[in-house]
């Protein structure tokens, strides 16, 4: 079976090959293709890729294509992981944000308003793709904002569309560690949208937890994702949070800490982070020191992985390891989702995972059509969302508000309406005003050289 990954010159892909080579026998995948736009970025992670399976004498076949259309033809399974821009494509949109007192982060902000408009029209072609050269292909999208992104494509038909994101995991991995039970042992339970979830249940061996885990503020404090918030917040809502909910709990110590760091945005971090690396490697003979070239990656990459929200949360980043003897991370994150819901559909038991799906009923009050990211069960006979009996209020209209904001975002993609991208960002609860949507409209526009047809 074949692999393509649609934006494979991404850091992470070299993570991504290193998670599959210790399942991709028992997944039956023999063949991984990568395919960029940055022809130069992709030679450079296309042999860090091939060094980490020769490193291991493993038989897993990695490649990179001239052309999508040689990356998709035949493709099983069809990573999508763009960056539509660039990297300094994410500052100017976070920057343009502050620039009016707004959180631009490219998810949750108004950032990946302007990352979805410049990303869906991309993505939808992609899609056209895959469906004449790979028809059976199953796509998981890792492309951000992936819970709109995601709306966009399955609004269009595309209906073999997973998204995928790694927050749910990661924050379930360290719960396990936390709680001293393996990931297997322990059931977490989220439903929402993307980076707009809630834990609803935790339990080991049938036990549930929450309540015990809600009134343990050491617990609290010792998960990353759920230190950031006031834990009497946590217990008079009565769930755990994705560490996301922290731009709408304490939008105004976001900013805060933004701008006290002097604007010095997640996306800028990132893109000094990813420049450095990639003058670094560039600069060497990869073929004749692979070893070398793997452990420059590994040190940047532990860099990008520590600053991972402590610009906007105010958190101590994490001392660093020096080079030289670090360790390819085992494909945990976006990859690791992938290849377990890959496996749980290859199995008749399955498996419980949180993934990015049409609602249908799940979560009630909320479309059959929207997308959601909630815990599902995947199988043999296909993926199927946990419902979700009752939903509190303060869940649901912020959830309502938000999927509005999505589709009415889709909407303006799709007719290329200026008005019904105001209306969209003015529905977001960051935003909240007529004006000051217009005129983020407006500074995108100039800085992108028009998007809005009409």
């Known amino acids: 079976m074949k692999i393509a990954v649609i934006g494979g010159a991404g850091v992470r892909t070299v993570i991504f090959i290193n998670g599959l080579l210790a399942r991709y026998q028992k997944l039956h995948i023999d063949e991984v293709v990568l395919y960029d736009i940055d022809r130069e970025k992709l030679s450079v992670i296309g042999k860090l890729c091939r060094h980490v399976v020769d490193r291991k004498r493993e038989t897993l076949k990695v490649s990179v294509a001239e052309r999508p259309e040689d990356a998709i033809r035949g493709a099983d399974y069809v990573v999508t992981t763009l960056r539509v821009g660039g990297d300094h494509s994410r500052v100017v949109d976070e920057s343009i944000a502050l620039s009016l007192g707004v959180i631009g982060q490219e998810t949750t902000g108004v950032g990946g308003f302007s990352m979805a408009v410049r990303t869906i029209p991309v993505l939808m072609e992609y899609c056209r793709m895959i469906r004449e050269y790979a028809p059976n292909a199953w796509i998981f999208n890792f492309t951000n904002p992936s819970g709109l992104v995601t709306q966009a494509l399955r609004s269009a038909g595309y209906d073999r569309v997973i998204g995928i994101c790694d927050a749910p995991s990661s924050t379930k991995f360290r719960m396990a560690k936390e709680l001293g039970v393996t990931e297997e042992e322990l059931y977490v339970e989220f439903f929402g949208l993307n980076h707009l979830s809630w834990i609803r249940s935790v339990k080991v061996k049938g036990e549930e937890l929450l309540p015990k885990l809600l009134a ?45 760091s002097g604007g010095n945005t997640r996306g800028k971090t990132i893109e000094d982070v990813n420049r450095q690396m990639m003058e670094e490697l560039k600069s060497m003979d990869i073929d004749a020191d692979p070893e070398g070239a793997l452990q420059i990656f590994l040190y940047y990459m532990q860099i990008r992985e520590n600053s991972y929200m402590s ?114 960002l003015m ?28």
């Open 216 to 260: 343990d503020d050491g617990f609290l404090t010792r998960i990353q994702e759920f230190s950031m918030f006031d834990p009497q917040l946590l217990r008079s809502i009565g769930f755990l949070p994705n560490e996301y909910l922290y731009y709408y709990y304490h939008r105004e110590k976001a900013l805060a800490n933004i701008l006290k």
């Open 427 to 454: 529905l977001h609860p960051l935003v909240n005003s007529y004006s000051l949507a217009k005129e983020l409209v407006a500074k995108y526009e100039e800085a992108y050289g028009g998007i809005f047809t009409n």
């Open 311 to 424: 610009i906007e949360s105010g958190l101590e980043k994490r001392p660093l390891l020096e080079k030289g003897s670090l360790e390819v991370p085992d494909g945990m994150g976006y990859a690791g989702v992938m290849l377990d819901c890959i496996e749980g559909m290859q199995s008749e038991q399955g498996r419980y995972l949180v993934l990015s799906v049409e609602n249908q009923g799940s979560i009630p009050g909320l479309a059959d059509e929207d997308v959601v990211e909630t815990t599902c069960l995947v199988n043999q006979d296909g993926i199927r969302a946990v419902r979700v009996e009752e939903v509190p209020e303060h869940c649901y209209l912020l959830m309502r508000l938000i999927k509005m904001y999505e589709k009415k975002a889709v909407e303006a993609v799709k007719t290329g309406s200026r008005e019904t991208a105001i209306h969209a």
